[in-house]
């Protein structure tokens, strides 16, 4: 027999709540007929979600969605959303410019890393930065200390400046930044106007000139001594040092290391330019160009130094402006001469015989611009930098060319070694995790749960022991094992307590997740207590 209820109530037969007012109906109730004039559909959510901002997107997180804000509730209808988790294995986005047709199984190790004569040269650096003498008898200067000489050889040269120059490193006391000091011995300083001079040289900004920073007297060497101090660029040599070498019988002999390839010369020849260009805009002249005061800080990165040490030296000796930089122009064709030629300026007597051999070894164009630079113009009419520009123009592109290939292939680098802290990311959090003090009682950070899990995992990774029971230090095994965590693969892995007595086989995508677990009751425990 049939239930009598079952016909009495029908849900499917309950027409389903439609609402029948307007909200564009002028007519208002209640003084609400301004309500009525705004376009807005409370059942139609969708712009509402649009409108909500959104939180700040975490590539670390291992769900976005929740941490992407109340917009990202309500998901596109029909459209293919791009996942915006990180890669799963690794972090290293493949970015160019790559110039050589390669598989992925072509790959080796290497190519994952910075490359080791970029370390390795960066690494020299860091060394040498940071190198000091021990027990120094080096004085300290005003707001400069621990005094590294950098000279290589202890003869003094008066040839450039006219009194003995020394070089050091030094670090400043305000900054804790590295400088170069150059220090003129025996300098009587005669009248004050002479070290403001200097502060016309802080104005320029070039990339091929060393920034001059300050200039003062000191007497802390025993005798009245200039100081200049400039930018420090570790490693640097001059080009004598770079492309013209001592014999070993004579100290004042010179043999050289072979000829400098034409291009290296065009781009030293853009670089100059381009340090005149700067310099001469501003009114003032180099006066100071020379193969033992150009130093190379990188490779064909040449930098003019020392060019204000002339103007401090013989200001009252002073000279037209417009002058000075017509001998600037003879002492750019002298030093390009030394390059030619492999000649040291001393030697460099017979202008029109050096000229002659270079022609028989460079082209017509680095000759006819070498002469151009040694030839003087007949007064009135005077050489101007922005003509000798134009007329190595396209040499200047092709050096462009070249530093923007440069800064291409190290921003590549820079991008490989962008995501390098990750391993350190996930050793703060196994070290934030286990064994913590505080929670020894509590129930709920028992070791009888994923924290023991993961102390295990520390034991495995870190804690192994070999057959005779010495620890072993297998920093491969290391690295192996956190990149799987980073990873969190599937692959399973073993792990026995100390006693061994207890063992668990999991994963590394458990165990990345138990990490994460763990390390976030943490950071809702460290907000709490802020009284976040």
Known sequence: ???????????????????????????????????????????????????????????????????????????????????????????????????????????????????EKIR????????ASLQVIPNSQLPQLDNYHSLVALDTTHRKNPNIFGYPSWVYKATSSKTGRLYCLRRLEGFRLTNEHAIRSVK???????????????????RAFGDSSLIFVQDYHPLSKTLAEAHLSPAGGHGNRFQPKGLVPESVLWTYISQIASALKAIHSINLAARCIDVSKIILTDKNRIRLNACSVLDVVQFE???????????????????????????????????????????????TELRDTVVWLLTPQQPPAQKTIDEFVRGIAGHIVATLDQSQHRADELNMELFRELENGRIA????????????????????????????????????????VDGSGNPVLDIGHMIRCLNRLDAGTDERICLTS????????????ELKKQLGNAFGELQKGSKQGRGF
């Not at 100390?498 to 995508?509: A, H, I, P």
């Open 317 to 363: 000796l002073r000279r037209p402006v417009r002058e000075l930089q017509q001998e600037d122009f003879l002492q750019f064709g002298r030093t390009m001469l030394c390059l030619t030629t492999n000649t040291l300026p001393v030697h460099l007597t017979n202008l029109n015989a050096s000229v002659e051999q270079l022609s028989r070894t460079y082209s």
């Open 120 to 127: 390795e040269e960066l690494q020299k650096k860091a060394e």
């Open 1 to 115: 027999m049939a239930d009598p209820e079952a016909a009495v109530f029908n849900p499917a037969a309950i027409r389903e709540f439609t609402p029948s007012f307007d909200v564009t109906s002028q007519v208002g109730a209640n003084g609400t007929g301004q309500d009525g004039t705004v376009s807005y559909d409370p059942f139609a959510m969708a712009a509402v979600g649009q409108s909500l901002p959104g939180a700040q997107f975490n590539p670390y997180a291992e769900d976005h969605n929740p941490m992407s804000g109340s917009s990202s509730f309500f998901q596109p209808q029909g459209a293919f959303t791009t996942p915006l988790q990180p890669l799963q294995h690794h972090l290293y986005a493949p970015v160019g410019p790559h110039r050589e047709d390669l598989m992925p199984y072509h790959r080796v190790t290497h190519d994952f890393f910075l490359p």
């Open 200 to 218: 016309e040289w802080r104005k320029i900004d070039n990339a091929n000139v060393v920034t001059i920073h300050d200039a003062f007297t000191a």
């Open 425 to 464: 990311r996930l050793l703060m959090k196994l070290g934030a995790v286990n064994e913590r003090q505080e929670f020894d009682g509590d129930r709920s950070w028992s070791e009888n749960g994923e924290r023991y899990t993961l102390k295990l995992f520390r034991d495995y990774v870190f804690h192994q």
């Open 498 to 509: 100390r006693d061994e007595q207890t063992s668990f086989l999991v994963s590394y995508k």
